[in-house]
């Protein structure tokens, strides 16, 4: 499990299979699928537009998201070290 080289490197999804974590293993929380995430730049009226275009409204749509909108002192998501 422990490889320096990234390729050589097993995945978080099969790593937590290894019987090392059979004491301490949660199936409910063993999830690997990323959230789906929607955003505007994914409407249908989007769909023919030029790479510049696209680019731009990438652009536009990362621009409108401020650090001040989102909540990080009040995340639900804990954390354990």
């Known amino acids: 499990m422990l490889e320096f080289n990234p390729n050589k490197r097993i ?26 995430i929607e955003l505007s730049i994914d409407d249908l009226e989007n769909e023919n537009l030029s790479l510049p275009d696209l680019k731009q409204l990438v652009f536009k749509v990362i621009n409108s998201h401020k650090s001040d909108d989102f909540d990080f002192e009040n995340d639900t998501e804990e954390e354990d070290y």
């Open 11 to 36: 995945s978080a999804a099969y790593a937590i299979l290894d019987s090392y974590f059979d004491d301490i293993r949660l199936p409910e929380q063993e999830t690997f699928e990323p959230p789906k």
